[in-house]
C-alpha cells in the first residue's frame, strides 16, 4: 500500500519531506555527499509497512550531492509524540504534526522487519526471505550499532543483526551472496545469514538488507589491536622498546599439516598470526564456492599499467606523492615484469581490521559488500588473494599510526610503532602462509605492487576527507 510522500510533487506531503530530507542527508555518516548540499532528489518508491501512530514507510529516494546520483532506502517512522529516546532520529516535522524520524533506531518499529522475515511476507514491491533451515526468533530488544558508516546494522537480542543497505544497487549483492555461499559450504569464517530483504530496481532484483548471526561478546579486530597500542604507547619505556625489537620466530607447518604453536607474543602478533590463518581459510573457501583463475602475464602488465595510471592521478591532485612516485613506479614495473600466472578468485575486497571479529571460536569476517563505492561488477569479479592480505598489511599500519597525530610523544613512539606494524605484518603473512594462502614471500611483487597501491588510494581519501591524517600513508609510502 501507498500513500502520501508518493503523490505527485504538489503533494504538500512530499514537498515537504524532500525538503526534510534535503537537509538531513547531508548530516548522515552514510550519506557520501557529507557537509554538501543535496543537488538532486526524489522519492521514487514509498511503501508503508505500519499505519497508525506510529507509523512505518520504506523509502527509496534518489539524491545526489556531487557528480553522480545513487538510490538509498529509509526507514520513515510517523509519531504525533516522539520519545525523547529518539531526538536524535528526527527528520523533521510534517504540516499533519507527525514528526518523521529514521526508524532505523526505534525497538518498537524496527522488530516488523524481522518478523516480516520469519514470516517470508510481501508487501507491496518487498520481498521478506527466511534462508531454509533458519530459526528466527521474536528476540527482545533492539539496538543500532554506533561504529558502521555506509550502512545501518540493528541487533535484536544478542541473536541476530539486521543490515540495511543504505546506498540500493540492482543485481547481486556480494554481501548475501558470499556468505550465504559459504555458510552452506559450513565454513567457520563466516556468519550465517538468517534471511533478507529485497525489491526490484531496473528490472532485477536489489538488496535491501540481510539478516544474520551475530556474534555476541565478540570484539572487531580495530578495537582489539588499538586498545593493545594504546597500553602499549602508555607503558611505553626501555622495556616496550626491548620488547617490540625482538624478531618474529619463522612458523613452518608441522608434519600432521596444522601449524606450529606461535612464538612469545608480543601485542598483538599472536592474533595477527591466527587472523592470517583464517584469511586463508577463508580464501579457500571461497575458491570452492566460487572457483577461479589465472592472471597471465600479459594481465599483470595491464594491472601494473592500470596502477600506474592511478599514481598519476594521485600525483596531479596530491603534490606530496612526488617525492616517491619514481620508487612506486618501480615497483609496479617489476610486477609488470613478473612472467608466472597468479591465481585469481572471488575475494573480499574491502579487507581490514574492522572487517573481522575475535570470537571465542577464532576469527570470523565480515560485510563481504567490497569497496562501497566501486560498480558491482567489480566486485564481484576475480581478483588475486593478495590484495586482501595487502588491506590487511596498510590496516596493522594505520592502527598503528593513527595514535601517534598530536600524541606529545610521537617521536619518541614512532619507531616502536613501525616495530609493532613490522612484527604484526610478519606474523598474519606466516598464518596465511601456513594456512596454505599464495606465500606472500613467494610473491612478493605482486604483494608489494598491491600495498603500495592501496596506500596511493589512502593518499587521496585522507587528502579528500582527513588531511590530519594524510602523514599515515605517505610515511608509509616513504618507509617502503
Given at each position: 500500500m501507498t500513500s502520501g510522500f508518493a503523490r505527485p510533487a504538489t503533494s504538500v506531503d512530499a514537498v515537504t519531506l524532500l525538503?526534510?530530507?534535503?537537509?538531513?542527508?547531508?548530516?548522515?555518516?552514510?550519506?557520501?555527499?557529507?557537509?554538501?548540499?543535496?543537488?538532486?532528489?526524489?522519492?521514487?518508491?514509498?511503501?508503508?509497512?505500519?499505519?497508525?501512530?506510529?507509523?512505518?514507510?520504506?523509502?527509496?529516494?534518489?539524491?545526489?550531492?556531487?557528480?553522480?546520483?545513487?538510490?538509498?532506502?529509509?526507514?520513515?517512522?510517523?509519531?504525533?509524540?516522539?520519545?525523547?529516546s529518539l531526538g536524535y532520529a528526527v527528520i523533521g516535522t510534517l504540516p499533519t504534526g507527525l514528526t518523521a524520524y529514521d526508524a532505523a533506531h526505534d525497538p518498537e518499529l524496527s522488530p516488523l522487519l524481522l518478523r516480516g522475515i520469519a514470516g517470508q511476507a510481501t508487501v507491496g514491491p518487498l520481498r521478506f526471505i527466511r534462508e531454509p533451515g533458519a530459526e528466527i526468533s521474536s528476540w527482545p530488544g533492539s539496538?543500532?550499532?554506533?561504529?558502521?558508516?555506509?550502512?545501518?546494522?540493528?541487533?535484536?537480542?544478542?541473536?541476530?543483526?539486521?543490515?540495511?543497505?543504505?546506498?540500493?544497487?540492482?543485481?547481486?549483492?556480494?554481501?548475501?551472496?558470499?556468505?550465504?555461499?559459504?555458510?552452506?559450504?559450513?565454513?567457520?569464517?563466516?556468519?550465517?545469514?538468517?534471511?533478507?530483504?529485497?525489491?526490484?530496481?531496473?528490472?532485477?532484483?536489489?538488496?535491501?538488507?540481510?539478516?544474520?548471526?551475530y556474534l555476541a561478546h565478540a570484539s572487531d579486530g580495530w578495537s582489539v589491536a588499538t586498545g593493545l597500542l594504546r597500553r602499549m604507547y602508555a607503558r611505553l619505556g626501555g622495556y616496550g622498546q626491548e620488547y617490540l625489537t625482538a624478531p618474529v620466530p619463522q612458523r613452518h607447518a608441522t608434519a600432521a599439516g596444522e601449524s606450529a604453536a606461535a612464538p612469545a607474543e608480543v601485542p598483538f602478533a599472536g592474533d595477527a598470526y591466527l587472523l592470517g590463518q583464517a584469511t586463508g581459510r577463508l580464501h579457500a573457501d571461497m575458491a570452492t564456492a566460487f572457483g577461479g583463475g589465472q592472471?597471465?602475464?600479459?594481465?599483470?602488465?595491464?594491472?601494473?599499467?592500470?596502477?600506474?595510471?592511478?599514481?598519476?592521478?594521485?600525483?596531479?591532485?596530491?603534490?606530496?606523492?612526488?617525492?616517491?612516485?619514481?620508487?612506486?613506479?618501480?615497483?609496479?614495473?617489476?610486477?609488470?615484469?613478473?612472467?608466472?600466472?597468479?591465481?585469481?578468485?572471488?575475494?573480499?575486497?574491502?579487507?581490514?581490521?574492522?572487517?573481522?571479529?575475535?570470537?571465542?571460536?577464532?576469527?570470523?569476517?565480515?560485510?563481504?559488500?567490497?569497496?562501497?563505492?566501486?560498480?558491482?561488477?567489480?566486485?564481484?569479479?576475480?581478483?588475486?588473494?593478495?590484495?586482501?592480505?595487502?588491506g590487511m598489511l596498510r590496516s596493522f599500519d594505520y592502527a598503528a599510526r593513527h595514535q601517534l597525530i598530536g600524541h606529545p610523544e610521537a617521536g619518541q613512539l614512532r619507531l616502536p610503532a613501525s616495530q609493532w606494524v613490522r612484527q604484526c605484518q610478519a606474523a598474519f603473512c606466516a598464518g596465511y602462509a601456513d594456512a596454505g594462502g599464495?606465500?606472500?614471500?613467494?610473491?612478493?611483487?605482486?604483494?608489494?605492487?598491491?600495498?603500495?597501491?592501496?596506500?596511493?588510494?589512502?593518499?587521496?581519501?585522507?587528502?579528500?576527507?582527513?588531511?590530519?591524517?594524510?602523514?599515515?600513508?605517505?610515511?608509509?609510502?616513504a618507509a617502503a
Open positions: 525538503d526534510m530530507l534535503a537537509r538531513w542527508l547531508p548530516s548522515q555518516r552514510w550519506f557520501p555527499g557529507r557537509e554538501l548540499p543535496v543537488s538532486e532528489l526524489a522519492i521514487t518508491a514509498d511503501t508503508e509497512l505500519a499505519a497508525g501512530d506510529p507509523g512505518l514507510r520504506h523509502v527509496i529516494i534518489t539524491a545526489s550531492a556531487g557528480p553522480a546520483a545513487g538510490r538509498y532506502q529509509l526507514l520513515v517512522g510517523l509519531r504525533s509524540q516522539l520519545p525523547d539496538r543500532v550499532m554506533t561504529a558502521e558508516q555506509s550502512n545501518t546494522s540493528i541487533v535484536f537480542g544478542e541473536a541476530a543483526i539486521l543490515k540495511l543497505m543504505r546506498r540500493v544497487f540492482p543485481g547481486p549483492n556480494p554481501d548475501l551472496e558470499v556468505a550465504g555461499a559459504l555458510a552452506r559450504l559450513g565454513s567457520a569464517q563466516v556468519a550465517a545469514p538468517f534471511g533478507w530483504i529485497e525489491t526490484d530496481l531496473d528490472e532485477e532484483p536489489a538488496l535491501l538488507a540481510v539478516l544474520s548471526q592472471l597471465e602475464p600479459s594481465g599483470l602488465a595491464a594491472l601494473a599499467a592500470r596502477m600506474t595510471d592511478k599514481l598519476e592521478r594521485a600525483r596531479a591532485e596530491v603534490p606530496a606523492l612526488d617525492p616517491y612516485a619514481a620508487m612506486v613506479r618501480r615497483a609496479y614495473d617489476d610486477l609488470a615484469a613478473v612472467r608466472e600466472p597468479v591465481a585469481i578468485q572471488r575475494i573480499h575486497g574491502d579487507y581490514h581490521l574492522g572487517q573481522v571479529l575475535r570470537t571465542a571460536a577464532g576469527w570470523v569476517a565480515l560485510d563481504f559488500e567490497g569497496e562501497p563505492a566501486a560498480p558491482v561488477a567489480q566486485r564481484r569479479a576475480l581478483a588475486p588473494a593478495l590484495q586482501d592480505v595487502a599464495a606465500d606472500p614471500q613467494a610473491n612478493a611483487a605482486l604483494l608489494r605492487a598491491l600495498t603500495l597501491e592501496k596506500a596511493v588510494y589512502e593518499v587521496i581519501y585522507e587528502y579528500r576527507h582527513r588531511p590530519a591524517w594524510l602523514s599515515i600513508p605517505l610515511e608509509s609510502i
